[in-house]
């Protein structure tokens, strides 16, 4: 009997304890279960959460809406890499004159009873061209009458190296230009490589390597301001004077720009009395970045040297002036300013948010073109709105909504979700007088974001 009773004690004993252990697995299971929905409960609750950037879809009066954006194709990604890496984040470009064709403008030399004119400012291209690099040095060269030229010499990027490597073809070592011959005599004009007046050198150029000749050389932008704009912030009428042979006086200003990237955009010429030195003349937009922004100038030359009919040579070509062609510094002038944006939509601290203001201005005419002084949408406050989010405001503060016309171009959607695109800022000038009254635009635009620029540089020429 008392083995019986030992085994039943056991049994009742082994039961009692199995009962527990299923009490307590079964708690443990439904406190899991109670967790894994609150999570899913908390969740699904922030899923459904309206977004703190999102806004109503028919606010389109008020802002630029953009609804499943086109896919980036690679020519778009790769565009987009190029201005941002190799031009400063910003395209310029002129709407309305690009096309400059093959025109020569004319020099003129010599006496006040005898004057000489000769085909000077040959086009190397029929359009005009942007250049992007290292900004060496600086000059003012006041060559009297009308003449006051802001000189750049810069270093060109290898996206622009063209600009020089193309021209090496009409430079002579002795300065000597055969075509001269017959059309206007040498005589003064006998500029080589190192004589003042010839091609510009790099005196730090290192890099001798086959092939990179073209380093050796700076490529010169060149425009005449308004004598308005001497007195101005970036690059001041003063610095070391000097007085030339002739007469004429150049000043260099001690810039903290010097070693910069800086853009130049106009004509791409060779300049034959200067034993065809390759030139962007005249510089009509110039731009660069600096701290958290982007300076935008736009200039109408007021050298008269390019702004009528009659400075360029039609002959050359067996004939007249032809039909919608326009000088190459004819008012009014348009500028367009691309500057290049990315966003990712799931970011934090969004919208980036850009300010535009005035810094100087002259003879402003962008209310006069409808389709220059169009915004893409209304006011001057401007918000691109993506599938339903702000992802950029653009607040314009100059003194004249008119002034500017501000647009969202180009905008695509990447692989990976990030928007890219451009703000598009567009601007006319144009004084009513060629002899006086020339006309200027310069801005600042500030950005809460910037594209990073990798600017890719042999260091061996620097």
């Given amino acids: 009997m008392r083995t019986i009773e030992k085994i039943r004690f056991k049994n009742i004993l082994l039961f009692f304890l199995l009962g527990i252990f299923v009490a307590v697995a079964q708690a443990q299971v439904t406190k899991r279960d109670h967790r894994t929905k609150e999570k899913a409960k908390t969740r699904g609750h922030r899923t459904n959460r309206v977004a703190e950037n999102d806004v109503a879809i028919d606010d389109s009066f008020n802002n630029f809406l953009v609804t499943n954006p086109p896919r980036s194709t690679q020519d778009d990604v790769d565009n987009w890499n190029r201005i941002v890496t190799k031009m400063q984040g910003i395209e310029g470009f002129d709407p309305v004159g690009n096309i400059i064709g093959e025109y020569p403008a004319e020099k003129t030399q010599g006496s006040e009873v005898v004057l000489h004119f000769f085909n000077n400012w040959v086009p190397l291209d029929s359009k005009k061209h942007a250049c992007c690099g290292k900004l060496k040095k600086f000059k003012i060269y006041d060559g009297g009458n009308d003449e006051m030229d802001w000189g750049f010499y810069i270093t060109p990027n290898d996206a622009f190296s063209y600009l020089i490597k193309d021209v090496l ?5 002795d300065g000597y230009d055969a075509a001269w011959d017959g059309e206007f005599s040498l005589a003064g004009f006998h500029m080589g490589e190192n004589a003042p007046g010839g091609w510009h050198v790099d005196e730090k150029f290192r890099d001798h390597r086959p092939g990179n000749e073209w380093r050796k050389y700076l490529l010169e932008g060149e425009i005449t301001p308004d004598e308005s704009l001497y007195d101005n912030v970036f690059f001041p009428k003063r610095g070391n004077e000097v007085t030339h042979a002739s007469g004429d006086i150049s000043y260099t200003p001690n810039l ?3 070693g910069r990237e800086i853009c130049i955009y106009g004509p791409w010429v060779r300049e034959r009395v200067h034993n065809n030195r390759p030139e962007i003349h005249p510089s009509e937009m110039i731009w660069w970045r600096e701290n958290k922004g982007y300076y ?15 400075d360029f040579d039609f002959g050359v070509l067996g004939g007249s002036t032809p039909d919608n062609w ?15 944006f990315e966003v990712m939509p799931r970011a934090s601290k969004l919208p980036i948010k850009m300010d535009i203001r005035e810094i100087y201005k002259r003879f402003v005419v962008t209310k006069d073109d409808a389709d220059a002084s169009k915004d893409s949408d209304t006011g001057t406050s401007h918000t691109l709105v993506v599938n339903n989010k702000k992802l950029l405001v653009v607040n314009e503060q100059q003194e004249n909504d008119n002034d500017l016309g501000v647009k969202f171009v180009d905008i695509t ?7 890219q695109g451009y703000l598009q800022i567009t601007t006319k000038v144009g004084g009513p007088d060629l002899a006086e009254d020339e006309g200027y ?22």
């Fill in 169 to 173: 073809q009409f430079k002579d070592p």
């Fill in 326 to 340: 326009k000088a190459w510094a004819e008012p009014p002038l348009t500028a367009q300013f691309k500057i290049a």
């Fill in 256 to 258: 903290g720009s010097l």
């Fill in 413 to 419: 959607e990447r692989a990976d979700g990030t928007i």
């Fill in 441 to 462: 635009h310069v801005i600042y635009v500030s950005s809460s974001k910037m594209p990073i620029v990798r600017t890719v540089r042999d260091h061996r020429t620097d």
């Fill in 296 to 310: 935008l100038m736009f200039l109408q030359d007021d050298s008269n040297r390019f702004d009528d009919q009659g």
